[in-house]
T-cell receptor, first 114, second 115 residues
Framework: GAGVSQTPSNKVTEKGKYVELRCDPI?????LYWYRQSLGQGPEFLIY????????DSGLPNDRFFAVRPEGSVSTLKIQRTERGDSAVYLC????????????FGSGTRLTVV | AQSVTQPDIHITVSEGASLELRCNYS??????LFWYVQSPGQGLQLLLK??????LVQGIKGFEAEFKRSQSSFNLRKPSVHWSDAAEYFC?????????????FGKGTKLSVKP
């Protein structure tokens, strides 16, 4: 697509539930990133994919968080047993994967855990 | 630990006035440096980036930034602010190029523009 698409744009869920957040990167971009932005903070790195594999998942806060990118395009961020502290905007970005282009970010998914 | 600091949480300037947003970094070596802008409900848009070479970097929308190694700073500037520049601005740094390494962001500076 023309840009990075994230769905849903807003998600409200109850504490303890499971959620999936989807990211559709720019066509042909091999690198994909997930960030989390809490209120009043800058984005914090979660995980980076190069192709289908997670090249760096050091930012995932705990084992409730998991992400996949099975075909090297669309990625899904999965959060189990959600907690109120998981409420944030989850941002996805992609880049061509070569050279130094900077990222293109999506508009994010605002997750609210009640 | 690696970090990026934006000392100003909120800045208000008059339309037409000049602007400087501060950014300091703490890294073991000179990182790659970026400025992003975020409008309400929008994703982050890259304004400019510095990797090496000329320390004065030109970006989009009339912005520029100057890398100063001695001060570990990468301040963003614009000579004349427009009302449409009102947004939140984030400075970020990486050990690698933006396509390979993760970015560390500052907490952001919110810019308000008064008529």
């Amino acid at each position: 697509g023309a840009g990075v698409s994230q769905t849903p744009s807003n998600k409200v869920t109850e504490k303890g539930k499971y959620v999936e957040l989807r990211c559709d990167p720019i066509s042909g971009h091999t690198a994909l990133y997930w960030y989390r932005q809490s209120l009043g903070q800058g984005p914090e790195f979660l995980i980076y994919f190069q192709g289908t594999g997670a090249a760096d998942d050091s930012g995932l806060p705990n084992d409730r968080f998991f992400a996949v990118r099975p075909e090297g395009s669309v990625s899904t961020l999965k959060i189990q047993r959600t907690e109120r502290g998981d409420s944030a905007v989850y941002l996805c970005a992609s880049s061509p994967g070569k050279g130094y282009y900077g990222y293109t970010f999506g508009s994010g998914t605002r997750l609210t855990v009640v | 630990a690696q970090s990026v600091t934006q000392p100003d949480i909120h800045i208000t300037v008059s339309e037409g006035a000049s602007l400087e947003l501060r950014c300091n970094y703490s890294y073991g070596a000179t990182p790659y440096l970026f400025w992003y802008v975020q409008s309400p409900g929008q994703g982050l848009q890259l304004l400019l980036k510095y990797f090496s070479g000329d320390t004065l970097v030109q970006g989009i929308k009339g912005f520029e930034a100057e890398f100063k190694r001695s001060q570990s700073s990468f301040n963003l500037r614009k000579p004349s602010v427009h009302w449409s520049d009102a947004a939140e601005y984030f400075c970020a740094a990486s050990n690698y190029g933006g396509s390979q390494g993760n970015l560390i962001f500052g907490k952001g500076t919110k810019l308000s523009v008064k008529p």
